[in-house]
């Protein structure tokens, strides 16, 4: 249990476009999910925290315009990059918060398999 | 703001070795959860342990396992019997423990230590 899936896995876009990225909770709902960052051998950067049903709380030097978040129900999390760019390639991951039975979360995050995106 | 660091970016263990990657952290809190994660070249996070503050116990999982010193603010990971599957990027990771958890709070990453193992 506990799966995380995302979607694409992969992405090439021309600079300009838009791309969206979807993050599901296979087997869980989940009130919580966060959209992280990572360039190559580097740490994740956290970019935003989704919560369903209200805005997302962005990072400080995250541009809220440019990467939308959307959480519109207990299992599905989307990032749209907009007018993407070549310096927007980056690897994008996805983690999600279960929400217990009790209605108290559980300690852990599961992650996403990570969405690769290249902008030309 | 909580801070983590690991101080070795890269680090190399013979198989069958022992290994121990180190990790630091700042924080003003007194509850809160402390996580090994690895992830290998498929990029796909993996939870290795967990260890919260208010148990003194060291967490342990098969060959791994931590030395959680609270008042050093110190989380170190120990690999017994490394595998060539051991091989990964490994971040240490620190999440505060709100008095209620009705949704997630963030991880704090470390910047991760490399881990090769040699056959």
């Known amino acids: 249990g506990a799966v995380v899936s995302q979607h694409p896995s992969w992405v090439i876009c021309k600079s300009g476009t838009s791309v969206k990225i979807e993050c599901r909770s296979l087997?869980?709902?989940?009130?919580?999910m966060f959209w992280y960052r990572q360039f190559p051998k580097q740490s994740l950067m956290l970019m935003a925290t989704?919560?369903?049903?209200?805005?997302?709380?962005?990072e400080q030097g995250v541009e809220k315009d440019k990467f939308l978040i959307n959480h519109a129900s207990l299992t599905l999390s989307t990032l749209t990059v907009t007018s993407a760019h070549p310096e927007d390639s980056s690897f994008y991951i996805c983690?999600?918060?279960?929400?217990?039975?009790?209605?108290?979360?559980?300690?852990?995050?599961?992650f996403g398999p990570g969405t690769r995106l290249t902008v030309l | 703001a909580q801070t983590v660091t690991q101080s070795q970016p890269e680090m190399s263990v013979q198989e069958a070795e022992t290994v121990t990657l180190s990790c630091t952290y700042d924080?003003?809190?007194?509850?809160?959860?402390l996580f090994w994660y690895k992830q290998p070249p498929s990029r796909q996070m993996i939870l290795v342990i967990r260890?919260?503050?208010?148990?003194?116990q060291n967490a342990t999982e098969n060959r791994f396992s931590v030395n959680f010193q609270k008042a050093a603010k110190s989380f170190s990971l120990k690999i017994s019997d490394s595998q060539l599957g051991d091989a990964a990027m490994y971040f240490c990771?620190?999440?505060?423990?709100?008095?209620?958890?009705?949704?997630?709070?963030?991880?704090?990453f470390g910047e991760g230590t490399q881990l090769t193992v040699n056959p």
């Open positions: 983690s999600a918060h279960p929400l217990g039975y009790s209605g108290r979360t559980y300690n852990e995050q599961f």
């Open positions: 087997d869980f709902q989940a009130t919580t």
């Open positions: 989704s919560n369903e049903g209200s805005k997302a709380t962005y």
């Open positions: 924080t003003s809190e007194s509850d809160y959860y």
């Open positions: 260890q919260e503050a208010y148990k003194q």
């Open positions: 990771a620190y999440r505060s423990r709100p008095a209620w958890e009705t949704s997630g709070s963030r991880l704090t």
